[in-house]
């Protein structure tokens, strides 16, 4: 989707098996960071987060390639069972599977992004998609905080790190991350972000990362 580099690397395709030998008559080397075979490392992040918090445009705004998405026309069907809070009627569509998006962070290293449904009804998906994860985003509208709820308590449940990001919408309240972080009762990473923007994203995604080494780090804590 885009060629610059959002992390400020330079992403390359890492050297094949058998490929032709470098300037000095060797082959060249392996990225540090690859598996044995040459291919990079992956790492898988979940975005998730309640009904119409704008999952699929944060994993659309990062992502490096046209996301894959599940969306499918809201219908009448979905009348008293899915409620979009402030934005409702203004949705059109909705996520019934998944969203899927990539970012390459250099020749060894390539992240891929989940992003989850945010209906109740959907949540048998979760495990799946949160089997193998290093850590989960937890999207959150300020207008409507309680939407996460499901979404925290999965994730806790499951032990993933995480971080909340409480996504800008025109007009709504702002909260400090001492507000949010008791308001959700959860022990966690939070911030402000704009998931229209790919270097707000990019924040969001640094945060995560450095919050999900840190408990690596800690004895006893997955």
Known sequence: MRSDSLWETTATNPPRQGAAPGPGGAAAAEPSGATPTGLPVSMKIVVAGGYAVGKTTLVGTISEIEPLTTEADITVESLGVDFAGPVQGQKTGTTVAMDF??????????????????QERFRFLWDELAEGSIGAVVLADPRRLEGCFPSVDLVEQRGVPFVVAVNRFDGAPEYAAHEVREALDVDAPVVSCDVRRPRSVRDVLVVLAEHALSRALVPGRA
């Open 101 to 118: 998006g990539r970012i390459t962070l250099g020749a060894d290293m390539v992240l891929y992004l989940f992003g989850t449904p945010g």
